[in-house]
């Protein structure tokens, strides 16, 4: 094996570890999302995580010495308005219906990406990663398939996110020919600091230690999330990199049971199995090269 091909399996690895750990992030935001909202407001929920967001990602600026002004600030702002409002139906379809389904619905945002990324950037989807896809599409349903009842126009919100923030990983993808990932997460953090901002004069009490310790979760887990999840796009090709984002439902399921007390069924364990089973055989068997 030469040298380069040496290194090409090393950061396909790497950004495979790096979308697992943005998983694990975002299913413990969703708890913190779930337990912050029962009686916060949305608008709220959305300060408190931006709030988090931009005082981590600007420390992080200054460590990686990542400039604050982006090098493509239209796309920038795309990006930041689109997944701004992307966060804001998500986080309302988790205080609306159970966390596995939002959490569901709005991981389908990987089917958007595959095609947004062909579509828009010209990227390879070979057969084996869009069956793997679909499979992992459908081991999602598995793991939710005793509250599909529940579907209704509140989860419409989770599907509307789903679409929104397959366009803004693309985005993302595009974006790291002009920007570093901490300028991409800081200036999205600003963005919706200030479009979250009104929700100061919504207040009508100090939250409660445990609210207040789930709004600082809900930042802390974005923030770890948004930046594993954007290195990760920066080795992997979208669409390979979106197989491995569907764990965050398997991760979801894990933390709901044992943080909000919801039971697993073997639909859910056959359809967790079904999304590792994808993950292993795109890893194995997908020979799809690393982002430059």
């Known amino acids: 094996m030469s040298a380069s091909e040496t290194t090409s399996r090393r950061q396909v690895g790497w950004g495979i570890v790096l979308m697992l750990g943005a998983s694990v992030c975002y299913a413990l935001m969703g ?22 967001l931009v005082v981590a990602s600007f420390l992080l600026l ?55 990324s062909a579509k828009l950037l010209g990227e390879r989807v070979g057969t084996t990663l869009l069956l793997c896809i679909v499979l992992a599409g459908i081991g999602a349903t598995l793991v939710v398939a005793p509250d599909l009842s529940t579907f209704g126009g509140d989860s419409l919100f989770a599907l509307a996110a789903a679409v929104l923030a397959g366009v803004a990983y693309v985005m993302v993808r595009e974006l790291r020919k002009t920007d570093t990932p901490e300028t991409i997460v800081f200036n999205f953090a600003v963005f919706s600091l200030v479009f979250s901002s009104p929700a100061v004069f919504l207040l009508d009490r100090v939250p409660t230690p445990v609210e207040f310790a789930a709004l ?37 399921a894990l933390f709901g ?36």
């Not at 802390?220 to 390979?240: C, D, H, K, P, W």
Request: hydrophobic fraction near 55%; avoid cysteine.
């Open 62 to 116: 200054k460590f990686r010495g990542s400039p604050a002004r982006p090098g493509n600030p239209r796309l920038i702002l795309g990006r930041s308005a689109t997944g701004f409002v992307a966060m804001g139906f998500y986080y309302y379809a988790i205080t609306q219906i159970p966390l596995a389904n939002a959490v569901t619905l709005q991981f389908m945002s990987p089917l958007f990406v595959a095609f947004f």
């Open 257 to 292: 049971f044992v943080a909000l007390g919801e039971q697993p069924t073997l639909l859910a364990a056959l359809g967790a199995a079904l999304i590792v089973g994808t993950g292993v055989i795109v890893s194995v068997a997908e020979r799809v090269p690393p982002a430059p």
């Open 31 to 52: 708890v913190s999302v779930k337990i912050a909202g029962r009686d916060l407001p949305l608008l709220t929920l959305l300060l408190g995580r931006s709030a988090m």
């Open 216 to 252: 600082v979760g809900t930042g802390l887990f974005a923030f770890g999330g948004q930046i594993l999840m954007t290195y990760s796009y920066r080795l992997l090709e979208v669409a390979f990199a979106s197989v491995f984002s569907y764990s965050t439902v398997l991760f979801s």
